[in-house]
Each structure stands twice: as C-alpha cells, then as structure tokens.
C-alpha cells in the first residue's frame, strides 16, 4: 500500500515562499505521476501541479504559472513543491497525491497524503 507523507507546511508572510515535501513509501515515486492539490476552507479541491513517473513531463494551473515549480527525485522517492509569492489566498491544507499512470491531471487519484496546512499571514 502506498503512502504518502507531507512536511514543509507552516505559517507564511505574504510575499514570501514555501517548499512543501512529499515522501512516498510502500512503493516507489518513479511509478507513479504525483500531484499537489490544495483545499481552502469553503472550497473545492485544486489541482496545481502534477509530474510524470518519469518527472519529464510537469503540468501547472494555468492561474498559477510562474508561481510554482514543482520537482521529483525517484532515487529519494520524493516529490517537492515550491512556491513563490504567497498571499493569504494560498491559505489552504495542501496534499500530496499519486496515481499509477504516467501522467494524470485530475482530483480522483488513487492514494492522498493527509495534508499539510500553509497559512499566510497579510
């Protein structure tokens, strides 16, 4: 069964950046296309960044280009997010999750993280 772990959330300043960290177990990160999906409170899921297994092929929301950067490292089965001037919108619990396609851009992944709350304070 594979698991997926978060770490990296926290509390934020506008205008700052965060790197949020994925660590896959149980399996391995090359496998799997992994994503960064977001709730904020009162709203539905948001895809944000997705990766292949292979980590040649990256998707972003449009919304968000520029701000994101999101990276795999399938020898530390891992996969990263950075992002770069918040704002108190990006306020969200942000999850790690993984389907075992080569690339899938969508919410119905197969195996979720339990989330990593960012807060970003004005």
């Known amino acids: 069964q594979v698991q997926l772990k978060e770490s990296g959330g926290g509390l934020v300043q506008a205008g700052g950046s965060l790197r949020l960290s994925c660590l896959v177990s149980g399996g391995y990160a090359d496998a799997y296309s992994l994503a960064w999906i977001r709730q904020a409170p009162g709203k539905e899921r948001e895809l944000l960044a997705a990766i292949s297994q292979t980590g040649s092929s990256t998707y972003y929301t449009s919304s968000k280009r520029g701000r994101l950067h999101i990276t795999k490292d399938n020898a530390k089965n891992t996969v990263a997010l950075r992002m770069d001037n918040l704002t108190p919108e990006d306020t969200a619990v942000y999850y790690c999750?993984?389907?075992?396609?080569?690339?899938?851009?969508?919410?119905?992944?197969?195996?979720w993280g339990q989330g990593t709350q960012v807060t970003v304070s004005s």
């Open positions: 999750a993984a389907d075992p396609h080569s690339m899938y851009l969508g919410l119905e992944y197969d195996y």
